[in-house]
Structure formats: C-alpha cells, structure tokens
C-alpha cells in the first residue's frame, strides 16, 4: 500500500487561511443544534484531517471511465458538502457570513470548470493517474505555480494573498482525496485534556475515538440532533453542539470557547461574565449529577407499584462504567458498529465472541439485547469498503438503500459469523439478538434460519451454547415495519422500537441533515400513531416490547409512554436516572388517561404543549 503525502507543508501550515478579523478576540456566539447537555469550557482544537492513505497511484487505460466516476462522484459529494455549510451560515451575524461566504464560494467555483478540475481529468485520462492520485499531484502542480510568482519583491500582503490562494487548492484537493478514499481515519491523540474540539464534520467512526476524560466538549459545523454521531456524543456524556456553522474558519489558536450542549451555543473568546456564568453552570450540572446518583439503588417503579425495565444503550465498550453506575438493568440496545469501525478488516468469529463476552459478563447476569451489524445510511465502515462488500460509492440514497438486515442477509457470511460470536458469548448471561431495519415478515423468516443453521454448526463443532436459543427479536424502525407489526409479531420473539429511523422515515427527514433539523419531530402524531400501533400488536401477542430510541430517554415524554402501554425503555446511560426520576413520580392511571388525550391530538405543536405541561392537569 502506497501513501501519498499531503501537500507540502507550507501549504498546509495555512490549512484553515488566515481571515481579516477586526477585532480578533471580541466574544461571538455561534448558534447551533443542542446534542449533549453540560457546559465545558475549554481551549478551543481543530482536528485537521488525516494524511489519505492511497492503495492505487496508476490504472489500467480500461479504468479510464470508472476513474473519471469516481472524480464526478466525488466532486458531486464535494459540492453538496460546501453547499450545505453554505446554507448553514445564513444563521450567523452579517460580519462573519462576509467573512467566510467568500472563502466557501471559491471552494465551489473551484469544483465546476475549474483549472484544478480539468487537470485532474486530464492526468487520469493521459497520465494514467488514479483519481486521488491525479488530485493530490495537479493540486500540487497548480499550488507551486502559485508560489512561483512569490518575488522578493512582493509586498507581506501580497505574499499572504499567494499563500492564500495555494491553501484554497490544498484545501479543495484534501476535500475530494477524503471524499475518495472515504477514509474515516483521524487520531485525536494529540488533543490536549481539557479542549473544545472543533471539526468541520464528525463521522460516527471518528466520534468512535474520542476519549471523553480528555474532552471539554465538542462541535462541528455539520450534523443534525439525531444522527449516528451525535447518539454517540451523548453516550459519551461531553457537551456537544453540532451544526455550528461558520466557527471553525472563524477561531484561532489560542482561542477560549464555552459550548452548552443543552442550550446549543457556542461562544468564542466568552467576555469574563459570560465565563462566570459558563463556570456556574459547570458546576450547577455537576450537582445535578450527584443528586441522580443517589437515585441508582432505587426501583424503577411508578408512585402506584408499577414496574418498569430501564436499560441502557451501548455504542462503546467506554461506556460500561457508566452504565452500571447509572443504575440501568442490563443493555437494551448493544449497538455493534463499533466493532467494525477504525479498522481495515471484517473482526473474526474469536474477536467478535470476546468483546460481546466482556460487556456480557460486565452486566452480571441482567439482559444484554446485542444488535447484529446495521451498516448503511451515514453509518459507514471502512472495512466492509475495503473488503468489497459494500460500495466505495454510497448510492444516492443509501438510507434507502441496502441497509442493516438487507444487507446481512446478502451478504450471509457476516450475519453467520456475529450470530456465532453471539451465541458462544451468550454463555456468560443474559441475552437476546436483535435484527435492525427489518421490513417484512420474511427477512425474519430468513435469518431465524441461519440463526439456527449457525447454533447447528456451532452444537457439532463442539461449541457450548445455550440449550434453549437467546430470543430473536427485531427492531421497529421503518413504518413499513410498524404498520405491519401484527404479523412481524407471529416471527419474532421481541420487538425494540427504534425512534431514530422511525421518525427519519415515518417524515421523510435526515436524521444527521443540519437543513432539516427542525422537521425531525418524534412527536408528530405520525410517529406517536406508529409507536402506539406496534407496541399495541405486541402487547396482544403477550410479547416483550421496548423502545430504544432516542425519545425513550426524554423524561417528559416517559408519562405518555407509559400511558401507551410501555414498559420497557432503553437509553443513553446519562439519562436513566431522570428518566427513573419521572417514572417514581407518576401513577399508571394518570399516564393512561394522559396518553388517550394526546392521541387525539393532530397538531405536534400541540402535542408538544401538553407533553411540556404533563402534571399540571393530569397529575
Ligand atoms: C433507532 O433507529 O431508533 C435506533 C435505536 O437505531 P440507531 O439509532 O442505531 O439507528
Ligand atoms: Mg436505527
């Protein structure tokens, strides 16, 4: 395997360029999208991307075409990017939108005819260059072109105009290499503890790495509420605003930020009285902690005896202290990307059956609900690219397209291998198996046969396996799924009801879409009627069912979830004890009688109302 190296390094010296602020270290607030509550306060660190690790420089003369796709592919996906950051800056005050609208607009012309474009082409199509190749040599080819012009002549100011217009095509190369390579590789090991990072983007795999004992808080100009990243931001309990478009060209080293997650700002160089009250609010939320502490040996039971089952999500194996002191029985939803991520090979039988076994024997017999692989949508993994089994280049619609079980059942190896490291893991607790974005009766069918095809083999291999099989249960995350739960019912043994996809699917909203974060609404009467369908179909059947989506972990909703006829919650660990909290606090009957009048209700204003209001008439 071949690395290019970057630019050169005095391009890159200037990566993010030098912009004319009048008055460099005023306060500014960046406005955003709330994702992880706190406040930190902290030094502010970009995350440059990481050097691209090219497999193929040259190409056969038939790779011409293919080649040349994969640019376009590229350059489409480069253009959308800026775009949307683009459009995201309407939000900021006039001075920075001047600043830094500019700067964003010549990165897009430099995407259409451009100089830079039609080299590229050219050396593919000439040369023979694979296309990150081609783009890393003609950015270089045009950059050095650009300093040649450097005379000693050349006033300090001209002399930063070159340099500023090199950086722009560095920066523009480096956007398409990464859109390439679709490398999500980046090392956070040089973030200083206690610092507020600031990333133009985070995929769910970077946020795979961060380690949150070294982090104030985080943020990012791109991303939505609900998306895969930031589920695991929250997971990871650090402040964290995303979508905050327009800081991470506007700060420079040096620079102090305070991010309040709950609120969803972002204020740069903050002016001392708004750091006093940042520091107040540091410690108001440090408080609030340990009030919820004292609640993890209590029952989660309402006011008038009525149990309910409160887990907790896992997105990393980082979390499990902080799931056994959140006072969560056992894991509702062991999301398994995690295993697959930051690594360039498929995890074997062996590797996958230890880290299950771990977080299964962590759990001291209480359930562990593990969910097989849900590749697809903004959930990528690099290894399964690297492996070839599934595209370099995402459809256009990936969150349509071969998504979690869809894919398992193609690609039946994959699914074969988690289902024995499952099994064999299985042997240390509690567990059941979980099947995502099913949408009819027959992929159930399918994989409940290669689940017991595997336990058969596993038996004649001499393998220890539980004599009566864990449940296989699937997830309802598609309305597809929801409407149809009566009969998916007859096939599985559990349902767990996932918000995320539902309401993404159900409104026809990205989860992870800065653009649309506002029409993202789990509680649209759409998504309630849906929730309420499925858990009333299993609740017939006698059958268990959860929800393990986000919306299971806002206490102001958990009334009208009881009230639904749920019984069972999963969550990120930070919210259990508020949850709980709720639950010892309300009777089933009011619950009841609540939830019959907010499903009556058309209007998610309204809905939203009532939820915020519960208590007052209902109580
Ligand atoms: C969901 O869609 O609600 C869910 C829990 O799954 P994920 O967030 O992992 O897609
Ligand atoms: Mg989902």
Redesign the pocket.
């Known amino acids: 395997m071949n690395r290019i190296d970057p630019p050169p390094p005095q391009h890159k010296r200037l990566a993010r360029p030098a912009l004319a602020t009048p008055d460099a270290r005023t306060e500014r607030l960046f406005p955003g999208i709330p994702v992880s509550a706190g406040v930190g306060i902290g030094p502010v660190f970009g995350t440059t991307e990481p050097e691209a690790v090219i497999t193929r420089q040259k190409i056969q003369a038939s790779d011409i075409g293919a080649e040349g796709a994969r640019l376009e592919a590229a350059i489409v996906q480069s253009r959308k990017q800026l775009a949307k950051l683009r459009a995201r800056l309407a939000v900021l005050p006039e001075e920075s939108q001047s600043e830094i609208a500019p700067l964003i607009d010549a990165y897009i012309r430099m995407l259409g005819p451009s100089r830079l474009v039609r080299g590229v082409r050219q050396r593919i199509e000439e040369t023979l260059l694979s296309a990150e190749t081609a783009v890393l040599t003609e950015a270089e080819a045009i950059a050095d072109a650009i300093m040649a012009q450097a005379e000693p002549s050349l006033s300090a100011e001209d002399l930063a105009g070159l340099r500023r217009r090199a950086d722009e095509i560095g920066e523009i190369a480096r956007r398409l290499v990464r859109n390439l390579t679709r490398s999500p590789f980046r090392s956070f090991a040089e973030l200083p503890v206690g610092s507020i990072l600031v990333a133009e983007a985070l995929r769910p795999a970077d946020a795979a790495l961060l380690d949150p004992s070294r982090l104030a808080g985080v943020v990012t100009e791109e991303g939505g509420a609900d998306g ?1 990243t930031a ?1 695991m931001l929250r997971a990871l309990g650090v402040p964290a605003v995303l979508g905050a478009a327009g800081l991470a060209h506007a700060m420079k080293p040096g620079d102090i930020a305070v991010v309040d997650g709950l609120a969803g700002t972002v204020t740069l160089n903050p002016a001392p009285l708004t750091l006093m009250a940042a520091r107040r609010a540091v410690t108001g939320f440090a408080r609030e902690r340990q009030r919820y502490a004292r609640l993890r040996r209590l029952p989660a039971v309402t006011s008038d005896g009525e149990p309910v089952e409160l887990q907790a ?1 896992l997105e990393l194996p980082i979390e499990l202290p902080l799931i056994v002191q959140s006072g969560a029985v056992g894991i509702g ?1 062991l ?1 398994t ?1 995690f295993l697959f991520m930051n690594r360039e090979t498929v995890p074997d039988e062996a590797t996958q059956t230890e880290s299950y076994r771990t977080i299964v024997e962590a759990m001291h017999g209480d359930s562990v609900t593990i ?1 097989v692989l ?1 590749w697809g ?1 903004e ?1 990528e993994i690099e290894a399964l690219t690297l492996a070839g089994i599934v595209p370099e280049i995402a459809d256009t619609n990936p969150a349509l397209g071969l998504r979690g079980i869809r894919l398992l059942l193609r690609r039946p190896e994959l699914l074969e291998t988690q289902f024995a490291a499952i099994l064999r893991a299985s042997m240390a607790g509690t567990v059941r198996v979980l099947l ?1 974005m099913v949408t009819n009766v027959g992929e159930v069918r399918a994989a409940r046969e290669i689940y017991e095809r595997v336990a058969r083999r596993l038996r004649r291999r001499g393998e220890r396996i539980p004599e009566k099989l864990p449940p296989l249960g699937i ?1 309802i ?1 598609t309305p597809g799924a929801a409407l149809s739960a009566d009969a998916l019912a007859l096939e599985a043994d559990f349902f ?7 309401t993404a699917y159900t409104l026809a909203v990205d989860r992870a879409e800065t653009d649309v974060a506002e029409l993202y609404d789990p509680m649209h009467p759409a998504v309630l009627r849906l929730v309420q369908f499925a858990t009333e179909a299993a609740l017939r059947m006698r059958m268990p069912v959860s929800i ?3 919306l299971a972990a806002a206490p102001k909703l958990t009334p009208l979830l009881l009230g639904l006829g749920v019984r069972s919650l999963s969550m990120n660990a930070s919210a259990v004890p508020k949850v709980k909290q709720m639950i010892r606090s309300v009777e089933i009957d009011s619950c009841v009688r609540f939830a019959r009048r907010v499903m009556e209700q058309g209007d998610p204003e309204r809905i939203r109302t009532m939820v915020g209001g519960f208590g007052r008439a209902d109580g």
């Not at 767990?496 to 539902?502: A, F, P």
């Open positions: 895969h589920v999500n939803l999301r990307e969910r849900d949508g959930k995502p997830m995350e767990s009801i996932g918000t995320n996809d539902l393990c989506g986000e």
